[in-house]
C-alpha cells in the first residue's frame, strides 16, 4: 500500500547547496481569542534552490503560518511575535525594515493561494494586475504562456470571475512566476480544483521549476500531492517538525509514529472493501500535548517520558531526520477485521427498493447566458435498494450536489419523477457540518431537537439521545458542552447523529469527509458503514475521490455534465473503466501509480493545454477533451451502453447492447 | 456586449421607478388630505369670510370636486408641468421652490460631500489601524450619538456665542448675492468672480453642514470599516502584499474598491434621511430653504406646498439612488456583468441592491 505513494522518479534536484531559504529554531506566538498562542516551536528548514518542499499537516499544524512567516505576511491584526532566524537569500527577514522585506517580495519572494476563487482581485482586469508584477506587457505574456493559458491575450483583458478555476489558478501561478523569484510559497494551491485539473497543475509546477530553478515551499494536508511533487517532506504537528527528509523515503519508509498514521490512514485504490478502516486505537479527539511530544496522546508507542519533554532531532539517514523518543515498535499497520460488512453487489437486488428516482432533469434560470435556462441534469436515474450504498463522482458542476438536492426534496425537479417507497424522508449530512449545528445550543439540545417532531415524554426523549450518542460514540462530556466547542471530527459525529436519532431510510451524504482532517476520515467513513448497516440505511454518497467511492459504495454511479455516464459495480468501474472520463478521473488521483509499470507512471503526462474542464455543448460533454474521441461524439450525445444488466456506460466507443 | 443599451434601459427603468413614486406620493398626500379637518380656504380668507365666500372660493380652487376628481385634476397639472397655486404665497408652487430649493439643495450637497469624505476616512484610517485614529472615532461616535438640533445649538452657542468665529442663521451675509446661474452662492461667487461670496457662503454652511454631517459619516465609516476589514483578511490582498506593493496601494486599490458596495448602498440610504435632517436643522439656522417654506406652510394647510416638496424629495431620492446604484456598477464588474444579463433576460429589476445577496 505504501508504495502507491511513491512518485515516479523525476528531475532530480540536488539538494543542499544554492540555499534560498533557511529557518533555524524559529518559534511564532499569534494572539488567537485574546490570547497569546505558541504557534510554531523550534522550526528548522531549508529550501534549495529547484527545491520543492512539502509542508505536510492536519488543520491547525501551524503550516499556513509557516508560509506566511516566510513571506513576511502574518496578520498585524493578530500581533505576531517570531523568535530565531528567518532568511532569505541570505537577508534575515525578522530584522529588516518593512520597506526591504516589500523589496524582496516585489523581486524574490511570491505566493499561490488556495482557493483561486478569492485570490485574484475580483474587480481589476488580469492585465492590471499582472502589471503589478511587470511593467512590460510582453513579459507577462510570456509568463501566460509558461502556464499554458489558451489565448493570453484575451485573457488579459478580463476580470477573473469570467475566467475557471482552473484558469484563475493558473494566472495566480503565471504572476508568482513573471518575476522570476527565488522561492515560490504555494499554500495548497490544488485543494480547491477538481482532480483532473490538480493533476495538470502539479506537472506545471514540476516543470517550472525545472526550467527556471525556483524553489518551492508546497503547504498541504494531502500526503498524495506531496508524493506527486515533493523533493523533500517536512511533517508538522502542532507547530513541531516530527519529521523531515527525502519524499520517497519518508513515505516508503516513515520513521515517525505520526508519519506512520499519516500514511496508514490514507485512503487508497487498494483499500480491501471487507475490511473495516484502521483507525487510531488510543482516542482519536485527544487533544495535543503542550509540553511534550504533541503526538503523545494518541501515539502507540508512548513512553512516560514522551508527556513532558519534546524528543531532540536524530538522524535517520542523511538530510532525514525525525524527532521521537521511541520510534521502533511500528504500530501494526494492519486493519481490524470485521465480519460484518459482507459484498452486496449481487445481494442488495433482492432486497426492497426504498428510493427510485426516474429521467430526472433539472435546469436552473440563468443570469448569465442569453438563452435563459441552464440544464443541470439530464435524464437521470437512480434505483436503491435497502441498506445499498451507491456513490456520485464526477468534477465540479457535473450535477451531482444537485441530484442529491433532489433526492432530499430540498430541490425541486424539472421533471420527473421520485418514489418513496415509505414515509421517512431521506436525511442529509453536509460536508461543512460545523455551519450546520447553531453555534450556541448544546449537543444534548441539537440532539432533542432533531427528535421534536415525534410525541415522546421527557424521558424517553432523553433516552433515545443517550442511546444515539452511545451509537456514533460521543461521550457525556461532549454532549453537554456546546457546539462551538467541538472538533471538526465532533461535529461531523453530532451532524450525522441528528440525521440518525430517528433513523431515515435513506442517508444522503455530501462530501461528508472532505472537510476532515486525514486521521479523521477513516472513523467517520466506518461510523457511516457500520450504521448504515445496522440499520439497513441505504445511503447516496457524493465525492470527489474516487478513492473514497470505491471503498465506500457497492455501486458507482459517474457524473459528467449533468448525466450519468459510467454505472456499475464499485470495483469493476475502478479496476476497468468503460468511459475514457472515468479513465482520467482515475489517473489525475495524486500518489496512485496507475498503469503497470513505472515507465508507464513516468509517460503519464496531463494534457496541460489550457482546455480545464470546457464541456463539449453538442456531442458527448467529454469530446474536447477526449483522447479517444471520434467524429460521431462532437455531433451526437451517446446513450447508455450497457454491458452486463447493472453496466453501462454512456460512449460511442463502448460496444454493447441497450437495456 | 452592448454597454450603452444597457444604461439606456436602465435609466428608464429608473424613470419608470420615479413615476411609480410620484403616483403613490400623491396619492397618500390626497387621502391624508382628505380625512385631514384643516380648512385651507378658512386660512386664506381669514376668520371672517362668509360662508358663501368660502364656498365661492371653494369652486375656484376645485376643492368642491370629490377626492379623485381632485386627484385627477392635480395629475393633468402636474404632467403639463404645473403644481398648482400655494394657498398661502398665492404664487405658483413650481416659482416657490424655484426660490427655496437651490438654498437646500446646497445644504444638502455639502452636507453629504462632508458625510462620505468624513466617513471614507473614518472607515479607512480605522481599518487600516494608522496613529491618531482612536481619536478621530471618538469625536465623530459622540458627534453621531447626539441629536442633530442638539448638536446645531451646541455649535451656535460655541462657535457664534463664545468664539464669535462663524455666523449664526441665515445663507450669507452679504447684500444683494449673485442670483444665478446655479443657485449655489459658493459657486456663483466663482462664476461671477466674488470670491468674497463664496467664502462667505462657505462660513454659513459651515456649521449646519456639519451638523447634518455627523450621523450619516459615522455609519458610512462603520459600514466602510467592517467591509475593509473584511477585504484585508481575504485572499486577493494577501496576493497583492505578497507582489510587494504598498501599504497605501494595498489598502486604496485592492481593498477599498471591494469594500465600497455596502458603504454606498449606506451612503444612498443616508441619504435619504439626510432630507428630513435638512427640514430640522433649516429651522434651528434660520436657512431658507424647503424645509423652512414646509415649516411654514403645514401650519396653513398650504396643501399644493407641500405636495410640491413632497414631489421633489421623492424624486431627489430615485435620483440619488441611482446614483448610488452607478457608482456601485462602476465599483464592481461582477455586478455589472450580473445585471447586464439580467436586462436581457427580461428579468424584472428592482433595483439593484436586491441582486447583491
Known amino acids: 500500500m505504501e508504495d502507491t505513494l511513491v512518485s515516479p522518479p523525476d528531475i532530480q534536484i540536488a539538494r543542499g547547496n544554492n540555499e534560498i531559504a533557511s529557518v ?13 498562542s505558541h504557534i510554531l516551536k523550534d522550526v528548522d528548514l531549508k529550501i534549495g534552490k529547484g527545491e520543492i518542499v512539502a509542508l505536510v499537516g492536519e488543520s491547525g499544524s501551524g503550516k499556513s503560518v509557516l508560509g506566511m512567516t516566510l513571506l513576511g505576511l502574518l496578520p498585524k491584526s493578530s500581533r505576531p511575535r517570531i523568535e530565531g532566524e528567518v532568511s532569505i537569500l541570505g537577508s534575515k527577514i525578522t530584522s529588516i525594515s518593512q520597506k526591504e522585506l516589500q523589496g524582496l517580495r516585489r523581486h524574490s519572494l511570491s505566493a499561490i493561494f488556495q482557493d483561486p476563487m478569492s485570490s485574484l482581485n475580483p474587480s481589476m482586469k488580469i492585465a492590471s494586475q499582472m502589471k503589478e508584477v511587470t511593467k512590460e506587457l510582453d513579459r507577462a505574456l510570456f509568463a501566460l504562456r509558461q502556464v499554458a493559458i489558451k489565448e493570453p491575450e484575451s485573457v488579459l483583458g478580463r476580470y477573473p470571475f469570467e475566467l475557471s478555476g482552473g484558469q484563475r489558478q493558473r494566472v495566480m501561478i503565471a504572476m508568482a512566476l513573471a518575476k522570476e523569484p527565488a522561492l515560490i510559497v504555494a499554500d495548497e494551491p490544488t485543494t480547491a480544483l477538481d482532480v483532473s485539473v490538480q493533476a495538470q497543475i502539479l506537472y506545471l509546477i514540476k516543470q517550472l521549476r525545472a526550467d527556471f530553478g525556483t524553489g518551492f515551499l508546497f503547504v498541504t494536508h494531502d500526503l498524495g500531492v506531496a508524493a506527486e511533487i515533493a523533493d523533500t517532506v517536512v511533517v508538522l504537528l502542532a507547530g513541531r517538525v516530527l519529521e523531515k527528509g527525502p519524499t520517497k523515503e519518508i513515505l516508503s519508509f516513515p520513521a515517525h509514529p505520526y508519519t506512520k498514521e499519516l500514511i496508514a490512514s490514507r485512503l487508497t485504490m487498494d483499500q480491501d472493501q471487507s475490511l473495516r478502516l484502521r483507525t487510531n486505537p488510543k482516542d482519536q479527539f485527544a487533544g495535543f500535548s503542550s509540553d511534550g511530544c504533541p503526538y503523545a496522546n494518541r501515539c502507540e508507542n ?11 532531532v536524530s538522524m535517520v539517514q542523511d538530510n532525514w531526520t525525525i524527532a521521537c523518543h521511541n520510534p521502533s515498535p511500528s504500530p501494526k499497520a494492519v486493519a481490524v477485521e470485521i465480519k460484518t460488512m459482507e459484498r452486496r453487489s449481487d445481494l442488495d437486488w433482492n432486497k426492497k427498493v426504498v428510493l427510485e428516482a426516474i429521467a430526472i432533469e433539472k435546469s436552473f434560470q440563468s443570469r448569465t447566458s442569453r438563452s435563459g435556462s441552464r440544464q443541470v441534469l439530464t435524464n437521470v436515474d437512480l434505483t436503491l435498494h435497502q441498506g445499498e450504498v451507491v456513490s456520485l463522482v464526477g ?32 436525511k442529509m449530512v453536509f460536508q461543512d457540518s460545523g455551519s450546520s449545528l447553531t453555534p450556541w445550543l448544546s449537543v444534548r439540545e441539537l440532539l432533542k431537537e432533531a427528535l421534536s417532531s415525534k410525541t415522546l415524554s421527557k424521558a424517553e426523549i432523553a433516552k433515545e439521545v443517550e442511546d444515539v450518542a452511545a451509537k456514533v460514540d460521543l461521550s457525556t462530556q461532549v454532549l453537554n458542552s456546546r457546539a462551538a466547542s467541538l472538533s471538526g471530527g465532533q461535529r461531523q459525529r453530532v451532524a450525522i447523529a441528528r440525521c440518525v436519532i430517528s433513523p431515515p431510510s435513506v442517508l444522503l451524504c455530501d462530501e461528508p469527509t472532505s472537510a476532515l482532517d486525514a486521521s479523521l476520515v477513516a472513523g467517520a467513513l466506518n461510523l457511516l458503514l457500520s450504521l448504515s448497516e445496522s440499520l439497513e440505511m441505504a445511503m447516496v454518497f457524493v465525492t470527489h475521490d474516487l478513492a473514497v467511492a470505491r471503498y465506500v459504495s457497492s455501486r458507482i454511479m459517474v457524473m459528467l455534465g449533468g448525466r450519468v455516464v459510467e454505472s456499475g459495480d464499485s470495483n ?5 473503466p468503460l468511459h475514457p472520463y472515468t479513465r482520467m478521473l482515475l489517473d489525475s488521483l495524486p500518489g496512485e501509480r496507475r498503469g503497470n509499470s513505472p515507465q508507464e507512471a513516468l509517460g503519464r503526462q496531463p494534457d496541460i493545454s489550457g482546455v480545464d474542464n470546457e464541456l463539449s455543448a453538442v456531442g458527448c460533454a467529454f469530446a474536447n477533451r477526449c483522447p479517444n474521441a471520434i467524429e460521431i461524439c462532437r455531433t451526437t450525445t451517446p446513450v447508455a451502453t450497457y454491458i452486463s444488466s447493472n453496466r453501462y456506460a454512456a460512449c460511442h466507443l463502448v460496444k454493447g447492447g441497450t437495456k | 456586449m452592448s454597454g450603452s443599451f444597457f444604461f439606456i434601459k436602465f435609466i428608464l427603468r429608473r424613470i419608470a421607478a420615479a413615476v411609480v413614486i410620484v403616483l403613490g406620493l400623491t396619492a397618500v398626500l390626497f ?26 372660493e371653494k369652486v375656484k380652487l376645485g376643492l368642491d370636486h370629490p377626492v379623485f376628481v381632485q386627484y385627477f385634476n392635480y395629475l393633468y397639472g402636474l404632467i403639463h408641468g404645473n403644481l398648482g397655486m400655494s394657498y398661502r404665497t398665492r404664487r405658483p408652487v413650481a416659482s416657490d421652490l424655484a426660490t427655496y430649493l437651490p438654498a437646500t439643495l446646497e445644504l444638502a450637497f455639502y452636507s453629504l460631500l462632508l458625510a462620505v469624505v468624513l466617513g471614507l476616512l473614518l472607515g479607512v484610517l480605522s481599518a487600516g489601524e494608522f496613529r491618531g485614529t482612536g481619536v478621530l472615532r471618538a469625536i465623530l461616535i459622540a458627534g453621531a450619538s447626539t441629536p442633530q438640533f442638539l448638536l446645531a445649538i451646541g455649535g451656535l452657542l460655541i462657535f457664534y456665542g463664545k468664539l464669535n468665529l462663524l455666523p449664526a442663521t441665515g445663507r450669507i451675509g452679504i447684500a444683494n448675492p449673485p442670483s444665478g446661474p446655479t443657485g449655489f452662492y459658493t459657486i456663483d461667487g466663482i462664476l461671477n468672480g466674488n470670491f468674497g461670496v463664496t467664502i462667505d457662503a462657505f462660513k454659513y454652511l459651515l ?32 496576493t497583492a502584499n505578497s507582489k510587494g506593493l504598498s501599504r497605501v496601494r494595498v489598502l486604496t486599490v485592492h481593498a477599498l474598491r471591494n469594500s465600497l458596495g455596502p458603504a454606498l448602498s449606506m451612503t444612498g440610504l443616508q441619504a435619504g434621511l439626510m432630507f428630513a435632517g435638512v427640514v430640522v436643522i433649516e429651522d434651528v439656522f434660520a436657512w431658507p430653504g424647503i424645509g423652512y417654506y414646509t415649516a411654514q406652510s403645514i401650519p396653513s394647510g398650504d396643501f399644493p406646498a407641500i405636495a410640491g416638496v413632497t414631489l421633489v424629495l421623492g424624486v431627489g431620492y430615485v435620483i440619488i439612488n441611482t446614483i448610488v446604484d452607478l457608482a456601485q456598477l462602476f465599483a464592481d464588474p461582477r455586478l455589472r456583468h450580473l445585471e447586464m444579463a439580467n436586462v436581457k433576460t427580461k428579468k424584472p429589476l428592482l433595483g439593484l441592491s436586491a441582486n447583491q445577496g
Open chain 1, 572 to 576: 469493476e468501474v475502478c479496476s476497468n
Open chain 2, 31 to 56: 387621502f391624508l388630505q382628505s380625512i385631514s379637518h384643516s380648512n385651507p380656504v378658512h386660512a386664506m380668507l381669514g376668520a371672517g369670510a362668509t360662508p358663501s365666500a368660502i364656498a365661492a
Open chain 1, 24 to 36: 533555524v529554531g524559529l518559534n511564532v506566538w499569534l494572539r488567537r481569542a485574546r490570547q497569546e
Open chain 1, 395 to 426: 468534477e465540479s458542476g457535473s450535477g451531482k450536489s444537485t441530484f442529491l438536492r433532489i433526492l432530499a426534496g430540498l430541490e425541486k425537479e424539472s421533471s420527473g419523477t421520485i418514489i418513496r417507497h415509505d414515509d421517512t424522508m431521506p
Open chain 1, 302 to 312: 508512548a513512553l512516560d517520558l514522551c508527556l513532558v519533554e519534546f524528543p531532540g
Open chain 2, 207 to 238: 456649521l449646519p453642514s456639519f451638523s447634518v454631517a455627523i450621523g450619516p459619516a459615522v455609519s458610512i465609516g462603520r459600514v466602510l470599516r467592517g467591509s475593509l476589514i473584511e477585504a484585508i483578511s481575504l485572499y486577493f490582498v494577501k
